[in-house]
C-alpha cells in the first residue's frame, strides 16, 4: 500500500528519516501518543502519513527539551499557543532547577579533586600548627573503636538522617576524641563521629559552625588502628610547646577503603585544636613587659 501511496510510509522508514527505533515508535502508539494512519489488517504493518510526520518532529523537539511523555500527549490532544507557552515555562523552571543541582555536583565534585590531591601530596609524620578556615560540622556522640571507615556506616546512616538531600560522605566523615580524654591519654577509644559539610549541603540536623582555629595536626600512612601512636606523639608536641587542647580531635581517613583497595596508599589527619596555655600567656606578656 506504501508504494501505491507515496503520502504512506512504513514505520521501519520513519523510524530511520527521525532516527528512533521501531520499538519507540511502537510505544509511541501504545500510549495513546501517536497512532499509525494505517495498519495493513494482513500483515498488522504500520504506514504513517505526512500529518502524523509534522506530529513526530513536534514529539521530538519537545522530547530533546526533556518534556514528560504525558504533558506531551496532553499538548497534542488540546494544541494551543497559549499551552505551549506555559509548558515551555514550566520546563524552563525544571531545566534552571537541573543546572542549578549540576553546578552543585560540580563543586562536590572539585572539592573531592582537591582533597584527593592534597593528600596525596602530603608531607608525612610531620607535626604541624595549621591554621584551619571556619567550617561547618555536623556532630554525633557515639562511642566507637573502628579499624577502618566500614566501621563507621552505623554512625553515618544516622547522620544521614536529617540530611534534605542525598549527601556525599567520601573523604568528610570522621571520628573524635574529647579534650578529657586527650587529657587523660585514652586514645583507642573514639566518642563521636562527625561529618564535615560543604558549604552547598543542605543539612536541617544539629551542626556548628566551627570559627577558624589553630590546629596541631599529622598526617600518617594508614587508618585509625594506626592512629594512637600519633596522638601520643601529638600530645608530647602539646606538652613540650606548653599549649593547651581546646576541644576535640578530629581524625579523617582521607584516603581509605572507599577509594583504594591498596592499604599502602590510605592518608590519615589528626587535627586537634590548640592555643597558647594560661600560664604560658602570661609567661609571654611578663618577659615583653621586662623587654620594655
Sequence with gaps: MAKENRELFPIGEVAKMFRVSVGTLRHYEKIGLLAPEFVAPDTGYRYYSTRQLECLNTI????????????????????????????LQQQKEVVVQKQRALEIVQRKIENRLRQIQDALASELDVIRQVDMPARRIAWLHDTLTPKTYLDLEPSIRQLEQPAQESVVFLGKVGVGISRARLEEGTYTEYDRVFLLLDQEDVYQGKEEALPPERCLTVRFRGSHREAEGYYRRLMEYIRRERLEIL???????????????????????????????????????KEKENEK
Excluded at 522530547?63 to 506555559?86: A, D, G, S, T, Y
Excluded at 580531635?249 to 596555655?277: A, H, L, N
Design 60 to 87: 521530538r523537539y519537545l522530547r530533546v527539551l526533556e518534556m514528560p511523555l504525558e504533558q506531551i500527549r496532553e499538548f497534542l490532544q488540546n494544541r494551543e499557543v497559549e499551552k505551549i507557552q506555559e509548558m
Design 247 to 285: 576541644g576535640p580531635s578530629k581524625e579523617i581517613t582521607m584516603i581509605d577503603d572507599g577509594m583504594t583497595s591498596d592499604t599502602e596508599k590510605f592518608v590519615t589527619e589528626i587535627q586537634i585544636p590548640v592555643g597558647p596555655s594560661e600560664g604560658e600567656t602570661g609567661f609571654r606578656k
